[in-house]
Structures are given as structure tokens and as C-alpha cells.
């Protein structure tokens, strides 16, 4: 069983894809799209000015996969 962790900037990428798969819109982006799409999940969850610091987000990692 893997950890549960705060949910860091290096996250982006993978729960930006597991988003688009859970979700199913994963129709193909642009490099643009998808440097808005990541800017979505950072403005959300890690620059938020309703942030707590104390409670994070979390994610499960497991064998390199969030």
C-alpha cells in the first residue's frame, strides 16, 4: 500500500491525467490547453488564497501513480 501525502506541484501532470481519464475529457490538448488545464488544478488546490496550510490536499500514490 502506497503513502497518502500532500499534494505538491509535481503532482500536476498526473492528477491533471487521472482528472481527464476519471472524467472522461480526455480529447487531445493543445500545449496551450493543457498549460490551462494545469493552471486550473495549481489555482485550485496549491495557490488558493482559502488555503489552509494545516490540511493540504492529499493524494495516494502507488508504484509511481497517483
Request: charged letters at 30%; aromatic letters at 10%.
Amino acid at each position: 500500500m502506497g503513502p497518502i501525502r500532500p499534494f505538491v506541484e509535481g503532482d500536476i501532470p498526473r492528477v491533471a491525467r487521472l482528472h481527464r481519464t476519471v472524467f472522461r475529457t480526455a480529447d487531445p490538448l493543445d500545449s496551450k490547453s493543457l498549460d490551462g488545464y494545469h493552471a486550473y488544478f495549481r489555482q485550485v488546490f496549491l495557490d488558493n488564497p482559502l488555503r489552509d496550510r494545516d490540511l493540504p490536499s492529499l493524494v495516494y500514490e502507488e508504484n509511481d501513480r497517483i
